[in-house]
């Protein structure tokens, strides 16, 4: 048995290379590594034209994209299941902040109606903002710009909200 050096420094026994790359790491396959090496041994073999999309050697990306989308996933019962429930609740979701906007905009129209004025400033004049939290601590003003910004940016913040929701209520193909 004879023992050569390679140019890169690594043995070779009887003409074979020696693998030195780690097959396992803590009893674990190194998925990453082995795939690595042996792509670069096999060669890539011939493609026919049924698997190339559109019969075209240079399809891009999108293109690409665009036909996996078309494609149809089929769920079993349990991936199903787990759909409907995770749009159940995003329809939950979507219908508390529909409330939420549907009470502040009752309550803000309720205010104008009461005083009869065009400025919005008053609307809030007889209003008190409280907000406590669980441990008893609380916050209180009577400030009607203070009020009137809190329910400007308080309308703004559950239409985000209900975008970002809706958004996400969608169907697969």
Sequence with gaps: METKV???GQASVNGTKADKTPKFVAGNPVNVETK???AKNQPEPPKSEESKPNGNDGASKVELKEQLAQQK???NLDETLKLVAELSKRTALRDRY???MDSLAGFEDSQKENLDELEDETAFQFCE???T???GNRFSTKSPSVIK???VFISGRFAERLAEVEAGIVLPA
Excluded: A, R, S
């Design 6 to 8: 390679n140019q890169n």
């Design 36 to 38: 690595k090496v042996e």
């Design 73 to 75: 996933p089929v769920l």
């Design 98 to 100: 529909k409330g939420y």
């Design 129 to 131: 903002l409280v907000i």
């Design 133 to 135: 939290d669980n441990k």
């Design 149 to 151: 910004g809190t329910v």
